[in-house]
């Protein structure tokens, strides 16, 4: 366990690397100024099993290992990705030309029977290929709400709100894990090129494993792209689109995107598990609830602006994204 405070002490213009075993009240502002400068931040002491993670990874290149044919048989049509497989080349970029050189795979919350929430929520399927894939991937799901609701105290810390003040907006809320495979790129140009094009995420928080491998890059405000480049088993958490509405964009949904290393690195496979943690489909993105509820000059100014966004549940939200991301 990392407990140095000078370690958590950003560089001046560096993002934020902190531990998440800290109190939230010694972390909050140095990881709040970074998601308000960069829109991301490091997470050091996460508390997700390196033992549980390392099993996920495996599992993770097994599936992807298997035949085309078998792994399309768990593409949902007309799912819009949410659950099972989404093959090669079928995500792009909102306003791309092209798209995405990956596949992937997505877990979701599995809710019972007759849950008031259920209609927005499919059942996760299971690929009967890779033994023990369900209850590995169950127990991770629930690892990244857990890092992710501790990340989000602190956020509300550093906003001037209650710690508790996220709880009930993310409860059943609607979060994916994906796990990613950018399959080796053989061409001539495959150092530098482009395998997930620049875009921002969709929802609340996105909590990143796999970072450590070189290509994952964010844009600046000076309009330069800076590479994120994590300690090994750290998370890279990014501010999503929802959070950047509901705060009027205090906190930045930053554009980012992954390229192809260089070197001897530049024919390999990636793979990393990003965890897109979501409000409840019925949650109001509304600035000036938020603002309401903030006794900081953050709330202030959050307030002034909540008129530039019109209020829009989770749901339509993030459906009107999904069609603009060939999704749904």
Do not use: C
């Amino acid at each position: 366990m990392t407990d140095s405070r000078t370690a958590d002490t950003a560089r001046a213009g560096a993002i934020a690397s902190v531990s998440l075993d800290r109190p939230l009240e010694d972390i909050a502002d140095e990881l709040g100024r970074s998601f308000a400068e960069f829109g991301f931040g490091v997470i050091r002491d996460h508390g997700i099993d390196a033992g549980l993670i390392a099993r996920a990874e495996e599992m993770s290149k097994a599936f992807f290992a298997l035949p085309e044919a078998t792994k399309r048989a768990y593409k949902i049509e007309g799912g819009g990705g949410a659950r099972g497989y989404t093959p090669f080349g079928t995500e792009k970029a909102k306003d791309a030309k092209v798209h995405d050189l990956k596949e992937f795979w997505h877990v979701g919350r599995d809710l019972p029977e007759g849950h008031a929430l259920s209609d927005f929520m499919a059942p996760n399927i299971w690929p009967s290929e890779v033994g023990g894939f369900r209850e590995t991937f169950e127990d991770l799901y629930a690892a990244f709400e857990t890092a992710g609701a501790r990340v989000l105290k602190a956020i509300a810390l550093h906003l001037g709100l209650e710690r508790d003040f996220f709880e009930p907006t993310i409860a059943d809320g609607n979060s994916v894990m994906r796990l990613l495979h950018y399959p080796p790129m053989d061409r001539a140009d495959a150092e530098g090129a482009i395998r997930a094009a620049a875009h921002g995420d969709i929802n609340t928080i996105t909590l990143l494993l796999g970072a450590e491998e070189a290509g994952l890059e964010l844009l600046t405000k000076q309009g330069e792209w800076l590479a994120v480049d994590p300690p090994a088993g750290a998370l890279v958490v990014n501010i999503g689109d929802m959070l950047e509405r509901l705060t009027a964009g205090r906190l930045r949904s930053t554009t980012h995107r992954v390229v192809n290393p260089r070197g001897e690195a530049a024919g390999r496979a990636r793979y990393s598990m990003p965890f897109f943690l979501h409000f409840r489909p019925d949650y109001l993105i509304d600035p000036a609830s938020l603002a309401a509820a903030s006794d900081s000059e953050s709330g202030a100014g959050i307030a002034a602006d909540s008129a530039s966004y019109t209020p829009i549940t989770a749901h339509d939200f993030l459906m009107q994204r999904l069609r603009e991301i060939n999704l749904a």
